[in-house]
């Protein structure tokens, strides 16, 4: 319950005219400090009032005082700054590495903190909080979206730039790479990114005029040109097709020395065919042949249509009647849908012109991505039908990629201290256990 010692002194949670030292001393907090999240004292640059005099340094924070000792703070000089020791149980005094006592105060978290938090961190479904984001004033709401959106793209942005920095710098190919996890379209994302480090661009380049090469070496480094490659509870049904492009793989594999990825790692339980990763290689490898998309032609595309325009594409014969070999179906799609293109689009186009953007110091390529997300639809999932069953409504991409955020990062996780919407749900029980008190 340490993290929600830290929130209750740096929201000021606690009656300002408990704070006595050891020695009886009051301390005033002029200004709580920042709450430091690397190595080090919890809290920086306080400035405190004890006694008369004015003290600005660090704050250490624990359930009980002897923790100080438990994790050698005794005799680490980074804390030999600390100016204040805040605990819930003082049994024991704290002294620095230069023998100096340092003044400890006993906080207490309110009851009413600790109910709600709990019950923010109890919550299964939807978090009680939602109540309070539907009700907060529009500005905060739409400063914390932003934030989130923010955070985000920011993730999706370095990702890019790390491939890109480990590929020597070769743009092309990260992107090539972004542009296939966002293929897998979350179940599969990690397999398609998996997937993608095995297609060498010298080899695929080589062939790229021939769509049935393509397909060979795409679809035999995923490992779906195996005997006993998975396609959920059944094996791979081979037929005339699946033997032609075996035949070609390993020619390719051999001419190459390619080692295919494991098969294993692909996910199709639950999966709708059409995202199945036969007919997204598939895809992948009709819009490799095409030509149609490279880092040029995103960067060069002034609007969201000319982007939307890049990513269309169908596939070869046999896929469109095929989601897996050797089973022939009647319903199998031949293109990629729109709701498809946009998901791309905000996956793998959007965070390449951050990246891309910044790399090279031209910040109009991320005011241009910025605004792909704000004219496109807001994505659907299950994540933003169960915000929209609470009430909040995301109106385009930035603000369902904010939800999806939200969702990812603090939600799963129980950070409901770091998250405006959780805040505003303890700040609200704090005003209605202020007005209780007043009235009693």
């Known amino acids: 319950m340490e993290r929600l010692l830290h929130y209750v002194w740096q929201h000021r949670l606690y009656p300002y005219d408990s704070l006595l030292t050891e020695e009886g001393q009051e301390v005033e907090v002029i200004d709580p400090g920042i709450r430091n999240t690397n190595a080090g004292p919890d809290f920086l640059e306080a400035k405190l009032k004890i006694g008369q005099q ?3 340094g660090n704050v250490e924070i624990h359930h009980k005082s002897s923790e100080w000792y438990a994790h050698h703070h005794d005799s ?25 006592k340092v003044p400890q105060v006993t906080i207490a978290i309110p009851p009413y903190v600790e109910t709600h938090y709990n019950e923010l961190l109890r919550a299964e479904r939807i978090p009680p909080c939602h109540q309070e984001a539907t009700s907060m004033p529009s500005v905060k709401v739409q400063a914390w979206m932003d934030r989130l959106a923010t955070e985000r793209l920011r993730e999706k942005t370095e990702r890019i730039q790390l491939r890109a920095e480990t590929l020597g710098g070769d743009w092309e190919h990260a992107f090539f790479i972004a542009l296939a996890r966002s293929f897998g379209f979350g179940i599969n994302g990690e397999a398609f990114e998996e997937w993608a480090t095995h297609i060498p661009p010298m080899a695929a380049g080589k062939h790229r005029d021939d769509l049935f090469q393509i397909e060979a070496l795409f679809l035999g480094q995923a490992g779906l040109l195996q005997e006993d490659a998975a396609t959920g509870a059944r094996s791979t049904t081979a037929d005339d097709y699946f033997r032609k492009l075996q035949a070609e793989y390993r020619f390719l594999a051999h001419k190459f020395g390619l080692q295919p990825m494991d098969s294993s790692l692909w996910r199709f339980l639950r999966l709708r065919p059409q995202n199945f990763p036969h007919i997204r290689i598939a895809q992948m490898a009709r819009l490799y042949v095409s030509r149609n998309v490279s880092l040029s032609k995103v960067i060069e595309a002034e609007n969201l249509n000319q982007v939307r325009q890049l990513f269309q594409s169908e596939v070869s014969p046999y896929w469109e009647t095929h989601y897996t070999f050797g089973k022939e179906s009647p319903k199998a799609t031949k293109a990629i849908r729109k709701a498809a293109i946009d998901s791309i689009v905000i996956n793998a186009a959007v965070p390449l012109l951050f ?9 109009e390529y991320g005011l241009r991505a910025m605004e792909f997300l704000l004219e496109m639809k807001a994505e659907q999932n299950h994540i933003i039908r169960l915000w929209k069953e609470a009430g909040f409504t995301a109106r385009n991409a930035a603000e369902s990629q904010a939800l999806i955020q939200l969702h990812h990062r603090y939600c799963n996780r129980k950070d409901c201290l770091r998250c405006a919407f959780g805040m505003a749900y303890l700040e609200q029980t704090k005003v209605y256990h202020v007005l209780q008190e007043s009235d009693l």
């Open 355 to 363: 990246a891309y953007g910044a790399h090279r110091t031209h910040p």
């Open 76 to 100: 680490d000089e980074a804390y030999n700054n600390v100016i204040l020791h805040v605990v819930e149980l003082r049994d024991q005094p704290a002294v620095t590495a230069m023998g100096r």
């Open 54 to 56: 004015m003290w600005v």
